[in-house]
């Protein structure tokens, strides 16, 4: 979706935004963007909640299938915490059910939430 749209939706509504990162990085690479233009260019500082996870190669295509956060993640969660003050950070990882067995790992879990509380006590408060 076009930053723009997204802008002009939310001003036109006097809505915020929820940021699912692994859902902009998606974006940017259907649009044959990097990422981090992409998400530099929405509206940061409407942002209320961020949803963290990242996306997956499948079948030659970039999907959110809410596998654990790699290192692009993480550093595109930095730049956006920057840049904004949320309300609500919230891990989007694994799941119950056969469809998620190869993606709720517990060690990965930890390693996220522990990697997340670290990232989000650096912040300034507001």
Request: proline residues 5%.
């Amino acid at each position: 979706m076009r930053p723009a749209f997204i802008r002009e939706a939310l001003a036109r509504t006097d809505s915020r935004l929820l940021l699912d990162l692994a859902h902009a990085q998606v974006a940017a690479w259907r649009r044959g963007e990097s990422a981090l233009e992409y998400i530099m260019s929405l509206p940061l500082e409407l942002i209320d909640e961020i949803h963290v996870n990242s996306p997956a190669m499948v079948d030659g295509e970039l999907r959110d299938k809410h596998v654990e956060m790699t290192e692009e993640g993480c550093s595109l969660l930095n730049t956006v915490l920057r840049h904004s003050q949320p309300k609500t950070v919230s891990l989007e990882y694994g799941g119950l059910g056969p469809a998620f067995e190869n993606r709720s790992d517990q060690n990965a879990l930890f390693r996220q939430l522990r990697r997340l509380s670290q990232m989000l006590a650096r912040r300034p408060a507001f």
